[in-house]
């Protein structure tokens, strides 16, 4: 394997863990509705990427696994529900959002540079599906890190001072 399917490895799985991230940060955080719904749709980019990505890995040598399935939303999913409900507001909460925002910044962070490097790879061999992909998707990787820096900086004030 050569560094654009160690880059495309990296990557997918990089997509992977952030939609698992990001759904998991939307039902933990059910009750900051902004957060809940944003998150649970951002994830669809990653899934739609690592999909992507997946679709060209055998034209780079690599073989990359599909979309997780998350499954249907069962007993375990009411008691994340109830727990969120429970907990509300309270500043420890607050606290633990800044936290799974800013590790999903970062995670969107490290998925980005790995499409900027596709990128400028694209762009150094020619190969025209591997730019189009990157330029499809980067956008929306970048859109994704706008998001959590964006309530990073509109929650800290309040919750950092609250606590």
């Not at 073989?63 to 499954?71: A, V």
């Not at 800013?102 to 900027?116: G, Q």
């Amino acid at each position: 394997m050569n560094g654009i399917g160690i880059t495309l490895r990296a990557l997918h799985d990089g997509e992977r863990d952030l939609e698992t991230d990001l759904l998991a940060v939307a039902e933990r955080h059910r009750t900051e509705h902004e957060v809940h719904h944003v998150a649970t749709d951002v994830a669809r980019w990653s899934r739609e990427h690592a999909a992507r990505l997946a679709a060209l890995g055998p034209d780079h040598g690599v073989e990359l696994s599909g979309p997780r399935d998350h499954g249907a939303p069962g007993a375990l999913t009411a008691l994340r529900e109830k727990a969120a409900q429970a907990l509300g507001r309270r500043p420890e909460t607050g606290l633990l959002l800044l936290e799974d925002l800013r590790d999903l910044h970062l995670a969107a962070a490290r998925n980005s540079l790995h499409w900027e490097m596709l990128a400028q790879s694209a762009q150094a061999t020619r190969d025209r599906a591997l730019l189009d992909l990157a330029a499809d998707c980067h956008p929306q990787t970048l859109r994704q890190m706008r998001w959590t820096n964006t309530m990073i900086k509109v929650l800290s004030p309040q919750l950092l001072v609250s606590v």
